[in-house]
């Protein structure tokens, strides 16, 4: 089979997965907006909150993804279930691309929330010049936190102590993605006089990560999670 | 409904299972030491022996999961010392695990592992009929079966698979005496076939009478037994 | 403690190896009283020759630790990368690569952390903090975590061959990464902090100071590099040699008793 089509199969699969679980609507949504609201707990500011409203949303989605990917990867291990998939000879490369697929319509859907929680929590306001630069953003970021968590997520998904190792491994990986979609996001919204041209060279940043990583991943998944 | 098996010329000269002189380690212990074993096409061989033997290592082994530290080891033909990744596909493990998802009905995950072989809607209701689970239980998710249903349900994606080489590690624990016979019968009908059978289990009369030879597994090493 | 006495994994073939193979070499002993010549000249300088700095005062020795230990572990990661690459390239693969740069990074993460400390005590001395977030300082943090994470996969476990592979794929990815955060907090972050000290500001003997701990370091890196990386293959062979003994024990279970 080709790799494409293994990654379709794979990801239709962590979707039913997902659409008869209902794991990450039930339980990592509600944890996203637990954190958005502790932000607001700990900052106590409502400006200060408008002020940094991109990078809490951000921050919130890199906590929630560690969740996510330990998610997506325990259905793999619970009951052998990549060892089947390697010795069913399905390509590692189909597999990686297929579970980040999944996992980057699952952050997509995350990141809808958490925007309207800071609409709602922080009063952040959409601007209409922003528009196009936002969700090319959001596209590029969640491409790339899609590879890098499905990536190290593999990488982790064998070894003992996984749920520490992840985010140890991970988290230092997606500062740029942190960096970069926040100061664009900030762009974005116009944050304290911000304008749309300051955000496009961030998103060179991100589209750069994200190819790094998407083409880095479907090469080195193989060797990762072969134990 | 048999599994369609295609010998080629290389299968005619190759066995399907050479292994001599074979360690295998798991961490530092020698799950492996020194196994030697041959097992020629169309065979169904059983393997006994006491816990801890290394019956479980020799079936990883064969399926290419676990790594040949020393000696040398090829199945149907392919090397496992050069790449152990190159037999994938051509053989089925049912190893302890059941590699299923448990969120996904037992119809999905036939489907599923079916898929990765191309099989036919067709061939997938075959393989449902065959272990018996054609009926309301195709779609109870995998999670509420029974440990036997479940063991049912991973027979059922193995046959939907249609290996040349069926590696069954404890095959019978858990089936009823129905599920047990449907097993045996799949089991000779995969052996009429071309296909070869081997399966590690401690239920000696009733896999005794199935297997063509027996083998006993003892401190990671394979002796002959008389028939 | 009877258990240990008797257990064949102590035996004294195992032992012997190490007793046989000392990590030292004669070009490894002439390398360390290089280097501890080196030191001792960087401690002569640093401390007692070298003038004080019109601004900073007696702070400014700190750069003599500070500046070579960075350069040290910048070098460290970078032999990881190399050899890393030569490992999973099929021509030169060997495990020596592996342990190259299992031993390199383990090196560089212990001077990158000496590095952060240094950096910071200067940074307090001179700036009046201990942490600013300039775009080198953040990147050098990142590659301090990068690296405890990598050494935190090399200890998983699995044979040889599957540790080499896992960690020279994690160090490659680690080298990707390394640009992609020295450019993102860069631009996060454009305006570095001036230099306090600047290059031609240094007097000549300070120069001449700071290139006697560059050298004396890189000695000092070459020197620990060999022995941490004999001793890995030690480590290496008295697995394969405790494996000869396990496999032997493991055979002696199928005999009938």
């Avoid at chain 2, 020799?58 to 199945?75: D, K, Q, S």
């Avoid at chain 2, 046959?159 to 590690?169: F, G, H, I, P």
């Avoid at chain 3, 496999?247 to 005999?255: K, T």
Wanted: with cysteine.
């Amino acid at each position: 089979m080709s790799t494409w089509r293994i990654a379709r199969l794979v990801a239709a699969k962590d979707l039913r997965v997902e659409w008869r679980s209902r794991v990450v609507v039930n339980q990592v949504l509600p944890f996203a907006a637990l954190v958005m609201v502790m932000f607001a707990f700990a900052l106590d500011n409502t400006q200060l909150l408008t002020r940094v409203a991109p990078g809490l949303v951000w921050l919130a989605t890199m906590f929630s993804l560690v969740v996510m990917v330990q998610r997506s990867f325990a259905v793999e291990t619970a009951d052998g279930a990549l060892d089947a998939l390697q010795v069913a000879g399905v390509r590692p490369g189909g597999i990686f691309l297929g579970k980040a697929l999944a996992l980057g319509a699952q952050l997509a859907v995350l990141q809808l929330v958490l925007l309207g929680a800071a609409i709602v929590l922080y009063r952040t306001e959409l601007v209409a010049g922003g528009i196009v630069l936002l969700v090319t953003t959001y596209l590029a970021a969640t491409t790339g936190l899609a590879f890098v968590g499905t990536l190290y997520g593999g990488l982790a998904a064998g070894a003992k102590g996984r749920e520490t190792l992840l985010p140890l491994l991970m988290l230092p990986v997606v500062a740029p993605v942190l960096i970069g979609a926040t100061r664009a996001t900030e762009a974005a919204l116009g944050t304290e006089g911000a304008t749309p041209s300051d955000g496009w060279p961030w998103i060179g940043l991100l589209a750069l990560f994200a190819l790094v990583f998407g083409v880095g991943g479907t090469l080195a998944f193989g060797s990762l999670i072969d134990e | 409904m048999e599994p369609a098996v295609q010998p080629t010329v290389r299968d005619a000269v190759h066995p399907a299972v050479a292994l001599v002189d074979v360690v295998a380690v798991l961490g530092s212990f020698p799950a492996l030491a020194g196994a030697s074993l041959t097992v020629q096409r169309g065979e169904i061989v059983l393997l006994r022996g006491p816990n801890g033997a290394g019956k479980t290592s020799l079936l990883r082994l064969c399926a290419g999961l676990l790594p040949v530290e020393r000696g040398a080891a090829t199945v149907l033909g392919c090397d496992l010392v050069a790449d152990r990744t190159s037999v994938r596909n051509r053989v089925g493990l049912l190893g302890h695990a059941n590699g299923l998802y448990a969120d996904l009905t037992v119809a999905d995950n036939v489907r599923f592992w079916g898929a990765t072989v191309r099989a036919t809607d067709h061939e997938i209701d075959a393989s449902l009929q065959r272990m018996g689970l054609a009926n309301r239980l195709a779609d109870v998710p995998v999670g509420r079966l029974s440990a036997g249903q479940r063991r049912r349900t991973a027979l059922a994606c193995l046959v939907a698979r249609r290996a040349e080489l069926w590696l069954l590690d404890e095959p019978h624990a858990g089936l009823d005496a129905a599920g047990r016979d449907e097993l045996d019968a799949t089991l000779r009908g995969a052996a009429a076939a071309g296909a070869t059978v081997i399966v590690a289990s401690h239920e000696l009369e009733r896999a005794g009478a199935l297997a063509s030879r027996v083998v006993e597994v003892v401190g990671g090493q394979v002796r002959e037994l008389e028939r | 403690m009877t258990g240990f006495m008797t257990s064949p994994r102590n035996s004294p073939g195992t032992v012997a190896v190490l007793d046989r193979a000392p990590t030292s070499t004669t070009f490894s002993r002439v390398l360390g009283i290089a280097t501890l010549v080196g030191i001792g000249w960087l401690v002569v300088f640093g401390l007692f020759l070298s003038p004080n700095d019109r601004v900073q005062k007696t702070g400014v020795r700190i750069m003599y630790i500070h500046v070579p230990s960075a350069w040290l572990a910048y070098l460290a990661f970078g032999v990881t990368g190399v050899s890393s690459l030569a490992y999973l390239w099929k021509r030169t693969r060997s495990l020596a690569w592996d342990r190259l740069a299992g031993a390199s990074a383990e090196v560089g993460v212990l001077f990158m952390g000496i590095t952060l400390v240094s950096g910071s005590l200067w940074g307090r001395i001179s700036w009046g903090t201990y942490w600013t977030w300039d775009a080198r300082l953040t990147t050098t943090a990142f590659l301090f975590v990068t690296y405890i994470g990598y050494l935190a996969v090399r200890d998983l476990g699995g044979t040889h061959q599957q540790r080499a592979k896992r960690s020279a794929v994690l160090a490659v990815l680690a080298m990707l990464e390394v640009p992609l955060v020295h450019f993102s907090v860069t631009w996060w972050r454009p305006l570095h902090q001036n230099e306090t000290v600047e290059n031609g500001k240094l007097s000549g003997l300070m120069l001449f100071t700071l290139f006697v701990g560059l050298i004396a370091f890189t000695l000092l890196y070459v020197w620990l590099v060999l022995h941490r990386q004999r001793v890995l293959t030690l480590l290496d062979q008295v697995d394969d040699r405790g494996l000869d003994v396990a496999i032997a024990e493991r055979r002696n279970e199928s005999v009938p008793s």
